[in-house]
């Protein structure tokens, strides 16, 4: 069922405002930090109509905020895992740096418009880890696409981008958004060298339910082949600590045969 009927009422299971889609679409750009704490996905660095074609080079990736990432090849080599998940910071850093007071953003609370997504997003410590270009990143917290506020009425044009044809539709069997975006001078993506969206118009998707951009996909002709796609496979599960260290010091694999030398 579409999150909003043709009668253009709200449709309680979907959650989504009906009277303005732009607007809801830039509140789910801006809900990802309170949507989810770990994330199990793979992705794809290249974008696709419908699937990734078979053979397309992906990496599956382990996600627990703040900052704990791991990345595994199809084959179950690790390509990339933090090990520094734990380490403090010294009183240098802490009497040197305003950043360092501020707080994970789970533990603030934003201003929440309808249907319970993000209206305004307060100061935090935001940032979420990356590897490859800072799509990766940014895909996870599409916050580029909104801004943390509404643009001001008389200022229409300070939104990043202007937003067009809001449908929702499903992705890897999950409920999305989806939105044809064009970039505005007032647009400053996370990372300039791999922004989300380049100029002219690009196709963006979001997964309703954690607020991460699944898929982009540039429409105009020169740059057709530029975009992502991200398959959400687990929400919220339970990660260890050991799983983001590049060797385990605490946990015994079980799936090692234990030997038991016995006294004849």
Not at 118 to 128: F, L, S
Not at 146 to 170: H, I, Q, Y
Not at 231 to 253: C, H, K, P, Q, W
């Amino acid at each position: 069922m579409s999150a909003w009927d043709s009668r253009r009422r709200p449709d309680p299971a979907g959650g989504a405002s009906p009277s303005d889609p732009p607007a809801m679409f830039r509140s789910l750009c801006r809900s990802s930090p309170w949507k989810w704490q770990s994330l199990r996905f793979e992705y794809w660095d290249e974008p696709f109509d419908a699937a990734p074609a078979p053979g397309a080079s992906l990496v599956r990736a382990w996600l627990r905020r703040p900052g704990a990432l791991r990345l595994e090849s199809p084959e179950g080599l690790v390509l990339h895992s933090t090990t520094g998940i734990n380490d403090s910071r010294d009183g240098l850093y802490v009497s040197s740096t305003r950043k360092s007071w501020l707080l994970p953003p789970h533990l603030v609370s934003p201003v929440y418009g309808a249907a319970g997504l993000v209206k305004r997003r307060p100061e935090a410590a935001y940032g979420e880890p990356g590897f490859g270009n800072g799509r990766f990143s940014a895909a996870l917290d599409p916050v580029e696409l909104a801004g943390s506020a509404p643009a001001p009425l008389e200022f229409p044009g300070s939104n990043p981008v202007l937003v067009e044809d809001v449908r929702t539709l499903d992705h890897e069997g999950r409920p999305a958004v989806e939105a044809v975006v064009v970039p505005t001078p007032a647009y400053q993506p996370w990372d300039p060298a791999a922004p989300l969206c380049l100029a002219g118009r690009t196709l963006i998707r979001v997964d309703l339910g954690t607020g991460v951009c699944v898929a982009s996909r540039s429409l105009e002709h020169d740059t057709g082949g530029y975009g992502h796609w991200l398959r959400i496979l687990g929400v919220d599960e339970y990660m260890l600590d050991d799983l983001f260290l590049a060797e385990s010091m605490n946990l015994t694999d079980v799936r090692r045969h234990i030997s038991w030398d016995v006294p004849a």
